[in-house]
């Protein structure tokens, strides 16, 4: 009898659509409300053209084909053609790995790629963005269909638009997936980020650049982010008492987990079950 046996440890990347859209511009049409958001939206330009540019960078002309990435927490300014204004749709999108995605990408720094149309890139895209505007009943089996096809997209984007320095970040993405995973493992076990550094041998600063450059934010708030997500979906799906929930995610008694908890929520653990 032959056995084969093998762990595999792949790390989930959080991303998920939260809003879509499309729209065909006026002539000088340019966005006039937040150009600094919390999530990042990917246009593609159905037709027409337009001017594009994000902070610290010159504006570019971008026409029926391309595609524009308006990135979380940087500022963008775009505006429509005064004699063929674009029309374009968009996807928005949110998690703590999407950073980590787009910088890996073509869009990495300059958060624009022309000519994607024949790709298959633009292919998940237009696929992903029909069945989004088609309202289709929010079922199980659509939800998952629409979750493949946006990693589809991101696989797409990831292959085909590669960036520059997508092998030199090799290294550290594997060291920062070895962290995330040593958190997911352990942060039951009251795991600090003092542990996270020994555990893979590498320093208290080196880690926290790698967390702000990959997801934006400190290794701390990461494990604090990790914790809480498990504790509103204990909350949620269990009858389990605030000091075992507390327990779960790695907290020593329920005061300073419900301290911690309304900080980060905004709300008591017993309101938020409530």
Not at 210 to 239: C, H, N, W
Request: aromatic share 14%; charged share 20%.
């Amino acid at each position: 009898m032959e056995t084969e046996y093998k762990q595999v440890n792949i790390e989930h990347l959080d991303c998920r659509i939260v809003f879509y859209g499309r729209e065909q511009t006026r002539p000088n049409y340019a966005f006039g409300g937040n150009n600094v958001r919390d999530s990042y939206v990917l246009h593609y330009i159905t037709a027409g053209k337009g001017r594009f540019a994000s902070a610290g960078r010159k504006a570019v002309t971008l026409s029926a084909g391309d595609c524009f990435l308006l990135p979380q927490s940087v500022p963008c300014f775009y505006q429509a053609d005064g004699e063929d204004p674009w029309a374009y749709e968009w996807i928005g999108l949110a998690g703590m790995h999407l950073g980590e995605l787009f910088a890996r990408s073509g869009l990495e720094d300059k958060y624009w790629l022309r000519q994607v149309a024949n790709s298959q890139f633009h292919d998940r895209f237009a696929t992903l963005f029909a069945d989004l505007h088609s309202g289709a009943a929010a079922t199980l089996t659509s939800e998952l269909r629409v979750q493949s096809q946006l990693y589809a997209m991101f696989y797409a984007l990831l292959t085909e638009f590669p960036g520059k320095g997508a092998q030199e970040r090799a290294g550290a993405t594997a060291t920062m997936n070895q962290a995330v995973a040593f958190m997911r493992q352990n942060y039951e076990r009251r795991c600090n980020v003092t542990d996270v550094g020994a555990a893979l041998h590498i320093s208290r600063s080196y880690l926290y650049a790698l967390f702000r450059r990959f997801v934006g934010m400190s290794p701390q708030q990461y494990l604090t982010q990790m914790r809480m997500e498990e504790a509103k979906q204990l909350l949620r799906i269990t009858d389990n008492p605030v000091d075992e929930v507390a327990n779960r995610v790695g907290y020593k008694d329920a005061f300073t987990f419900s301290k911690a908890f309304k900080r980060a929520v905004g709300t008591s653990p017993r309101n938020y079950r409530r």
